[in-house]
């Protein structure tokens, strides 16, 4: 019995290395997995903003796509037909089409139907015309002024109209029913907003391959577990030798050594799931506390706790079979024969030791080397994997050298800056590329595409067209040759696009195939207007990139002048004699201070303002010019021009927003005002044959002629320039209020409460009862105005009502004055940085910019580079723990030999030297078969097309820095661990180290 109790509970300190060696591998899998699974609920949020997301797909048949639909879904009969000359893409309404889709609309921008035209088309022409139509003419009219879904290059008719045209195919938008939810994206169309689809099927694909990794750790940990298991057993031969040859029964031995298999391997999963999680939260608490936009948290729920039981039963019987196999010799046969080797195994393991005498290890056992081995290869395989998927995601994670965006920005997709930087960046004689990134899903299948000028893209890529051409119109495009293998498209085929963070939907013809290195042939690219329409704004894009190798790129950021000029801002219109000020801003791209000599120059008069700027930072100085004579000025400063609008104090005007379409027999309240906005008594009035004069507050009450046409407003008076205006009249003309917007201050740090300013003007004679909405990135305050005809009100809004608080972040943020689902007025205000206000405000939050789309990415990225560092922290303390205890295990094995080299007088300095060799000796091999393994797993799940992230094939990194440094990693790992247990072993005295205990 006390045999039994000594096994049972009396452990040796090399079986409590064995426990630790189970423990750290183990941590690294049971901490993968808890982390994998909080990074997955974290995806299932996400996916909850998309229960109703919209899908729009294409059918080559009308009957098809009727054929296709469920409730709810709405046909878009389309046809490709020649218009003027030029083959143009022609979309019919439905009679029963809603006027917005509530399912792919956000606060920012409704998903806008247009509405068909009683007869002919809507068209982007400036004015109702006829045009030949295929074979007939047919009536076009301009498009109403809110934005689609549709591009504003679409012809829009009745779904009969483009039916009698001949249409064959359909576009088919589900819209309507019970929503379809993620499996809709995930199996067919294009998602109309394709941000988070984007998102939340990419940040799949990472936790897909990164559990792939874990799952090869996990197989190798078992192999550990194995190894170890059979190394404690064979550490207790000579008790069980005793044991049989004193009679205990053969199946009790088993079961007791069963029993101590049991406690050992279970303490070491105990131990490692606590090791694991308390990594896991240290390394997620580190990376919050750095900064990160982190939104997951390492909390046990019932899900993460049953996948780690299931993951400690199963560890727990592979120690189980170690048990058996281990167990099996030593219950059967002669009591003798355990622990030893046959004359044939002696024999041969002496031949093998003689061949291998300079290899040989001096104090650490070659079974070592499977555990180290194991250890290393996880390792390895983290790290690979971790730099490949890294690489994928650098376009929309990381800015990089030689890449301009907005300051303050950590990600791409969240910059907003002026594509004038270009032309700045070229003026130094430096290639530039203004681009769009571009998120897309098709069919589930997220990709990356980007909006860029083909030929401004390939001289900072390196691409070249390898099938067909460049494109050449809005909706053409090229693809990279690995995603046209990834999404199987071929040139000449057309795909379905939907807008990136604004609701819409686009068809582009794959005109040509590109090649490019790495992950540059993983990518669309389509024109760059077409991607500012639904990613940013015109004029709008996410970054610039250059040539970072050109000399002249380095040269002009490494200089003291690398302060350049990036936007002249300054009100468009200035009375005659009155002061205009401009308001030059600069950025310095170099990487020290710099200050810079601007020269300002307004007809033929110049003024000169310096700028001082750090590096990586934004400036800005005034200047003020006096203009004598009315008409157009430009203003140039370096390469930027400024144009301005001198006007006479006696102009007269209308406001920019005053209704230019107009029901008929409606009334219209006519104000007459200069350009300052002094109203004007006694002017003259005329619409069509009809005249009136303004009143004392400038107006005058107007009809509008009852038959439909285009009439000229007119408002004149004496010693006035008049003003003329095109108004037409038409049935289906909208009655809205007027608005503006207004942000004061337009630009301040975290600190400055702005006052937003709402004005509505009702130009209409009839009193009107409306919604009204600010529409800002935190908040949407609502109103409802009621308003007499001819009647102005004004609401302001603190920032606190209007969220732009102190928790704003440095970038630019949208605001939109919305009434009934239409913008009436936009304005941005812009928050610059101040390292002194950051600090002040560190604590206070994360706020992310823009929309909640903006918060994703920010939260998406944040999340996925902590899942790096956790697994990275993980694979190291399971390569550290596990090296260190193997050959702790391994030297605890030889302390007697050790004792006697002490005490026959070699010096601790002469052992380490010793124990370091042996480390060299066992850890190549074990680094070699490591990358081996590594390598061959990534190879087989590349083949396999399991290795897809964001639409890019990953491959294993080639990088020689990367490959060489992560092996002298490992073997400083395994040098360290062996000093460290030496050292600890060779403070005892030789007479402790010549002990028999255990």
Excluded: C
């Amino acid at each position: 019995m006390r045999f039994e109790s000594t096994l049972l509970s009396s452990w040796s300190r090399r079986e409590w290395l064995s426990v630790a060696v189970i423990a750290v591998t183990t941590a690294f899998l049971i901490g993968s997995a808890v982390l994998l699974l909080t990074v997955g609920s974290y995806t299932s949020t996400l996916e909850g903003d998309l229960e109703s997301a919209s899908t729009a797909t294409y059918y080559e048949s009308h009957d098809a796509a009727v054929a296709a639909t469920d409730t709810g879904d709405l046909v878009f009969p389309l046809i490709r037909v020649d218009i003027d000359g030029h083959t143009r893409t022609v979309v019919g309404i439905p009679p029963d089409a809603p006027p917005r889709i509530e399912e792919a609309s956000v606060a920012w921008q409704p998903a806008t139907v247009p509405s068909a035209p009683d007869e002919g088309l809507y068209g982007p022409v400036p004015r109702t015309t006829q045009l030949p139509v295929g074979t007939t003419d047919t009536t076009v009219s301009p498009h109403p002024p809110e934005q689609s879904i549709f591009p504003a290059e679409w012809y829009v008719g009745s779904a009969d109209t483009v039916t009698s045209l001949g249409a064959s195919g359909a576009l088919v938008i589900e819209a309507g029913g019970e929503p379809a939810g993620i499996a809709q994206w995930q199996e067919q169309g294009a998602p109309l907003i394709g941000a988070l689809p984007f998102l939340v099927s990419g940040l799949g694909q990472v936790i897909r391959t990164l559990t792939i990794a874990a799952v090869g750790g996990g197989l190798l940990i078992l192999v550990v577990v194995y190894n170890v298991t059979r190394m404690s057993i064979r550490d207790r031969h000579p008790e069980i030798r005793v044991a049989r040859a004193t009679g205990i029964s053969p199946i009790r031995l088993f079961a007791v050594l069963q029993g101590r298999v049991l406690g050992l391997v279970g303490t070491g999963v105990i131990l490692g799931f606590a090791i694991g999680l308390i990594t896991t939260k240290a390394v997620i608490n580190a990376a919050t506390y750095a900064g990160l936009p982190v939104t997951i948290r390492a909390v046990v729920t019932s899900d993460i706790l049953w996948a780690v039981l299931q993951i400690g039963g199963f560890l727990l019987g592979m120690g189980v079979l170690a048990g058996v196999l281990a167990s099996v010799p030593v219950v059967r046969g002669s009591p003798a024969t355990i622990g030893r080797s046959t004359n044939t195994t002696q024999s041969i393991a002496t031949r093998v030791r003689e061949r291998l005498s300079l290899v040989q290890p001096t104090f650490v056992d070659w079974r070592a080397v499977v555990p180290t081995t194991t250890t290393v290869a996880v390792f390895v395989l983290v790290i690979l994997l971790t730099t490949a998927i890294g690489g994928a995601l650098a376009p929309l994670a990381t800015t990089s050298s030689g890449t301009v965006t907005e300051a303050g920005i950590t990600h791409p997709l969240n910059s907003r800056i002026s594509e004038e930087y270009a032309s700045v960046l070229r003026s130094q004689n430096i290639t530039a590329s203004p681009e769009v990134l571009y998120a897309q899903t098709r069919n589930g299948e997220p990709y990356l595409a980007r909006g860029a000028n083909y030929t401004a893209f390939s001289a900072v890529s390196n691409t070249t067209v390898v099938e067909g051409r460049t494109p050449a119109a809005y909706d053409e495009a090229v693809i990279g040759t690995s995603l046209a293998d990834t999404l199987d498209v071929s040139v000449g085929e057309t795909i379905m696009v939907g807008g990136s963070v604004t609701p819409g939907v686009r068809r582009l013809t794959i005109v040509g195939r590109f090649s490019g290195d790495g992950i540059t042939d993983d990518q669309l690219l389509i024109p760059l207007q077409t991607g500012q329409q639904l990613a940013t704004d015109s004029k709008t894009v996410h970054l610039i990139r250059t040539n970072g190798d050109t000399l002249d790129f380095e040269r002009f950021a490494g200089q003291s002048s690398g302060i350049v000029v990036t936007e002249l801002s300054g009100s468009s219109s200035v009375e005659v004699n009155h002061t205009y000020t401009l308001t030059v801003r600069g950025e310095n791209l170099g990487k020290k201070a710099a200050t810079r000599n601007v020269t300002v120059r307004a007809d033929n008069r110049t003024r000169s303002r310096t700028l001082s700027v750090g590096p990586g930072e934004s400036g800005a100085a005034d200047v003020g010019f006096t203009f004598a004579e009315p008409g157009t000025h430009t203003i140039t400063a370096a390469e930027m021009t400024k144009s301005v609008e001198v006007f006479s104090p006696r102009t007269l005007r209308l406001p920019a927003k005053f209704p230019r379409r107009a029901p008929p027999g409606s009334t219209l309240i006519v104000p007459a005002t200069t350009r300052n906005e002094t109203p004007v008594t006694g002017a003259t009035v005329t619409l069509g044959d009809r005249q009136g004069t303004t009143n004392e507050q400038g107006t005058v009450l107007m009809r509008v002629p009852t038959e439909p046409g285009e009439y000229t407003l007119t408002i004149e008076k004496q010693n006035y320039t008049s003003e003329r205006r095109t108004l037409v009249v038409e049935e289906d003309a909208p009655q809205r209020l007027i608005g503006r917007l207004q942000v004061s201050p337009q630009r301040g740090t975290r600190l400055t409460k702005p006052e937003v300013t709402v004005q509505l003007a009702n130009p209409w004679g009839q009193f009107f009862v409306r919604n009204v909405s600010l529409v800002t990135p935190a908040e949407t305050e609502h109103r409802t105005v009621e308003m007499t005809g001819g009647n102005i009100t004004q609401i302001r809004i603190p920032a606190s009502d209007a969220g732009l608080d102190d928790s704003l972040t440095p970038g630019t943020y949208d605001l939109r004055l919305v009434s009934d689902e239409i913008v009436l007025a936009t304005t941005t205000y812009r928050v610059t940085g101040d390292e002194r206000v950051t600090a002040t405000l560190a604590s206070q939050g994360e706020y992310s910019q823009g929309t909640a789309i903006n918060h994703a990415i920010e939260s998406v990225f944040g999340n996925v580079r902590v899942l790096f560092l956790v697994m990275i922290a993980l694979a190291g303390v399971s390569t550290v723990g596990g090296t260190a205890a193997t050959f702790a295990h391994a030297v605890h094995a030889n302390r007697r030999r050790i004792g006697i080299f002490r005490a026959t007088g070699a010096s601790r300095r002469q052992l380490l030297g010793v124990l370091a060799v042996d480390a060299v000796k066992l850890s190549l091999p074990a680094i070699a078969i490591a990358f081996g393994t590594a390598f061959t797993v990534i190879y087989v799940l590349a083949r396999s097309d399991v290795l897809v992230i964001f639409g890019i094939k990953l491959h294993a990194p080639q990088s020689v820095e990367l490959l060489l440094g992560t092996g002298l990693g490992a073997l400083a790992l395994a040098i360290g661990s062996a000093l460290g247990v030496g050292y600890a072993f060779l403070s005892h005295d030789p007479e402790r180290l010549l002990r028999t205990e255990r």
